[in-house]
């Protein structure tokens, strides 16, 4: 969520920091922060909004020094203003932090009682009053930080800085990421690799429970006792280049062309095009061998988890429970004997999907990571990394990433339909090639974008949405109207079509757009049978389906979307694309910000 930078160096930091915290706007954020040492003094701008504020603001009140902390926040405690942004101060203390302090109101009523005066509502500030009241005590700022350390509960990733020491920064991790920089002379912290890529690709990544002394030219690191640890040093493979828009308007209208791309890429790496097979793969366990595989995911990647379900148990007949990683964690599910779980995250540092892998990991399962970060905490506490090959997605709403988790879950159904006998040497090589036409498919997709920008416009003037499909297409929909709702703020909701009667079809009236997401399969006329319901209560159907269903779906449409004739396997890969696209156009339309939507954060590293 929030972005932590912080630099221990030779020349004004500034600047530097909010270039780099330029580079995890990805993540989203409503405030953002800077302060440095200066002299004997600390220094701070803040601003409310997005960093071009923060720049202004330093370019009128410049701020000097070589050592400083900076951030950008998404409020969990306290309206997003410039009172509430970090860094927060305390009698010569200052604190930026990301997570929450769960214990803060404990610690804030004990503060109060202390004669300690707060000037902000987050939990936040608590830190700084406690690192700054045992300095008080005659402690020293490493001592003071760690016993203050020692008083927190909740998930927190810290950097602490002191009055008159241009030469002291102290990091700490307890949940989300934390990674120090090391430069020649200078050294540094960072919430992402990302953020650092400008100045160092050689990085040493905080585990659970550590903190850290950084000065320039070293760093101590501790666990919670104190005790010194050794964690691996290594080079990152994030990229020091600024990932821009190139020719398109906004990171999103990017990432859904660069989908053929990807996609192909994704696939190629666990495909072998040209023999016509699934690449072995080196598993923690053998797929021939599961009575069952779990699972879980947050948001769009727990409605990829879901459309894999369906492929695992149709291709491989693996039975598949999979959970929002928010409930799966509390559910205390049994674990079966002969399981696997497969854990999916973007970010590879959802909270909730880390807690839920880490659930697993203490039951003794074997573990999957199916990310597209392969340096992120979920990646590293896995047996074996399953890598999405999307490249950096800035847009918060998920797309490339989405497309590939597919990508990476068809193959591997595949691939345990092989090892599991129900699919045969024969079907193995039809399969791979339907995959291998899913680039194909989704660039002439893409040439579609002025019919579905001009539906986009009339679909703008609407306030709610229902989206209906059956079997893979049912997430499809809920994927479509959670793309919908996230960017437009267009009330939308997905279901299941058949579901149509038991509640929803009470909402059917003129007012109440209907998108099918109904290519000619198996299924199809049940479908139809559910778009007729609609039209006969006056709801206007939008249907996105192929050359063959849109001529025998015979009835009157608001607009039918009609893409190419496709292998069923890939017909959630590529009809991904046009609900993409349709909620991109209606939030341009509204004039949203499509790319950080409000209140919405990247990578989601609290609870």
Not at 265 to 278: C, E, K, M, Q, R
Not at 338 to 347: I, L, R, T, Y
Not at 361 to 383: C, L, M, Q
Request: net charge negative; charged share 25%; proline share 5%.
């Amino acid at each position: 969520m929030c972005g932590i930078v912080a630099i221990v160096g030779r020349k004004p930091v500034a600047p530097l920091i909010v270039d780099a915290l330029k580079r995890l706007e990805y993540r989203g954020y409503d405030s953002a922060g800077v302060a440095t040492v200066e002299g004997e003094e600390l220094g701070r701008r803040r601003a409310e909004g997005k960093l071009v504020n923060l720049e202004k603001r330093l370019q009128a009140e410049p701020l000097d020094g070589t050592i400083g902390i900076g951030h950008t926040r998404w409020a969990t405690h306290g309206v997003p203003n410039e009172t509430n942004a970090h860094p927060h101060f305390s009698d010569g203390v200052a604190v930026v932090h990301n997570g929450i302090i769960e214990n803060f109101a404990e610690l804030r009523s004990e503060l109060v009682a202390d004669g300690y005066a707060f000037a902000s509502q987050t939990d936040t500030e608590v830190v700084a009053h406690l690192v700054s009241r045992e300095i008080a005590r005659g402690a020293d700022p490493v001592t003071a930080a760690h016993k203050t350390l020692k008083r927190l509960q909740g998930a927190f990733a810290l950097a602490i800085m002191f009055r008159g020491n241009d030469n002291l920064i102290v990091g700490a991790r307890n949940g989300p990421p934390l990674a120090v920089g090391h430069g020649e002379g200078e050294m540094f912290l960072g919430s992402d690799a990302i953020a650092l890529a400008p100045f160092t690709n050689s990085v040493t990544y905080l585990e659970d429970g550590d903190w850290a002394v950084v000065r320039r030219d070293e760093i101590a690191i501790f666990d919670i006792e104190g005790n010194p640890v050794e964690r691996k040093r290594q080079q990152s493979l994030s990229t020091s280049f600024m990932v821009d828009k190139g020719n398109h308007r906004h990171f999103m209208e990017k990432e859904i062309h660069e989908q053929p791309e990807v996609i192909s890429h994704t696939l190629a790496h666990y495909l072998d095009f040209g023999a016509g097979v699934s690449k072995p793969l080196d598993l923690p366990f053998d797929f021939a061998k599961l009575d069952r595989l779990s699972i879980s995911a947050c948001g769009t990647a727990y409605l990829s988890g879901v459309i894999g379900k369906y492929w695992f148990e149709r291709l491989a007949r693996l039975p598949v429970d999979i959970d929002i990683a928010s409930e799966f964690r509390y559910r205390e599910m049994p674990i079966v004997k002969n399981s696997a779980a497969f854990f999916v995250s973007q970010s590879g540092e959802t909270a909730d999907t880390l807690a839920s892998l880490r659930y697993c990991r203490k039951a003794g399962v074997p573990i999957g990571a199916v990310v597209n970060v392969r340096e992120s905490t979920i990646a590293r506490e896995s047996d074996v990394i399953l890598p999405t090959l999307a490249g950096p997605e800035i847009g918060v709403a998920s797309t490339k990433a989405f497309t590939c988790q597919l990508s990476v879950l068809a193959s591997l159904a595949v691939r345990a339909g092989v090892a599991r006998g129900t699919i045969s040497p024969e079907r193995e090589k039809v399969l791979v090639r339907e995959l291998s036409e899913a680039p194909r498919y989704a660039n002439q997709v893409l040439k579609l974008d002025q019919q579905i920008e001009k539906l986009a416009r009339e679909l703008s003037s609407y306030k709610h949405v229902l989206y209906l499909g059956r079997d893979t297409n049912y997430p499809l929909a809920m994927e479509g109207a959670l793309k919908l709702k996230e960017i437009s703020y267009i009330h939308a909701e997905g279901y299941a079509a058949g579901e149509l009667k038991h509640g929803p079809i009470a909402l059917i009236d003129e007012n109440m757009p209907v998108i099918v997401i109904a290519p000619h399969d198996r299924i199809f006329e049940k479908t139809v049978s559910n778009m007729q319901e609609v039209a006969a209560r006056g709801g206007k159907v939008i249907l996105i389906t192929d050359k063959k269903g849109a001529e025998q779906a015979s009835l009157q449409t608001m607009e039918t979307i009609v893409l190419p004739d496709m292998p069923e396997i890939i017909t959630p890969i590529v009809y991904a694309l046009p609900i993409q696209m349709l909620a991109y156009y209606t939030a341009v339309f509204m004039g949203t910000d499509v790319d950080q939507p409000r209140n919405l954060a990247k990578s989601v590293t609290v609870e």
